[in-house]
């Protein structure tokens, strides 16, 4: 059974980088496409981003210029970085696989969360 | 970018009642790519339909996915108490991967 586990710092500093890593585990990185998406308190699902197992990457347009993702085969992770938070980047942040060769899939498996707090 | 507008915002049944939550794209969705999730208060969203219409693996019948183009239906037939929750949909037939706001299942 494929299990994901988001983990990282549950509180950023205005204007610093929040890193993110998510580990598979129960199965291989290889061929999916590794997504992750937050949910802001009380709101909606906005996805950021993906790495393909190739490495390739898409972000969503409205984060592009901060987004950062990176995949560590070897640890079977992969890792999320955004810059220069705000308080509006305050969210649940989920990582999700995504089935992918030569066209999209929904979501099949998530990470149960990690919170996100931005504020000094 | 593919803009997904769910409605109604919230929807009041009962137990037994028979749920008709609508998801419209501003763009045609291309192949009929387009997911529904379910998401219960502290748990991620699970995968309930994909391909607008297809049942995910352990879905019970009483849901049903139908729609294509930018119009697109989910259904549940006889809602249970363990429906009430938040449905989301979501695209996945351009590079730039896009979901509704939701729509609230509650019980009335």
């Known amino acids: 059974q494929v299990q994901l586990q988001e983990s990282g710092p549950g509180l950023v500093k205005p204007s610093e980088t929040l890193s993110l890593t998510c580990t598979v585990s129960?199965?291989?990185?290889?061929?999916?496409?590794w997504n992750w998406i937050r949910q802001p308190p009380g709101k909606g699902l906005e996805w950021i981003g993906y790495?393909?197992?190739?490495?390739?990457?898409n972000y969503n347009p409205s984060l592009k210029s901060r987004v950062t993702i990176s995949l560590d085969t070897s640890k079977n992770q992969f890792s999320l970085k955004l810059s220069s938070v705000t308080a509006a980047d305050t969210a649940v942040y989920y990582c999700?696989?995504?089935?992918?060769?030569?066209?999209?899939?929904?979501?099949?498996?998530w990470g149960q969360g990690t919170l996100v707090t931005v504020s000094s | 970018e593919i803009v997904l507008t769910q409605s109604p915002g919230t929807l009041s049944l009962s137990p037994g009642e028979r749920a008709t939550l609508s998801c419209r794209a501003s763009?045609?969705?291309?192949?009929?790519?387009l997911a529904w999730y379910q998401q219960k208060p502290g748990q991620a969203p699970r995968l309930l339909i994909y391909?607008?219409?297809s049942r995910a693996t352990g879905i019970p019948d009483r849901f049903s996915g139908s729609g294509s183009g930018t119009d697109f239906t989910l259904t549940i037939s006889r809602l249970e108490p363990e429906d009430f929750a938040v449905y989301y949909c979501?695209?996945?037939?351009?590079?730039?991967?896009?979901f509704g706001g939701g729509t609230k299942v509650e019980i009335k």
């Open positions: 999700a696989r995504m089935e992918g060769i030569g066209s999209y899939s929904p979501f099949d498996y």
């Open positions: 129960g199965g291989s990185i290889n061929p999916y496409y």
């Open positions: 790495i393909y197992y190739s490495g390739s990457t």
């Open positions: 763009l045609s969705v291309y192949s009929s790519s």
């Open positions: 391909g607008a219409s």
């Open positions: 979501q695209q996945y037939g351009s590079s730039s991967l896009t």
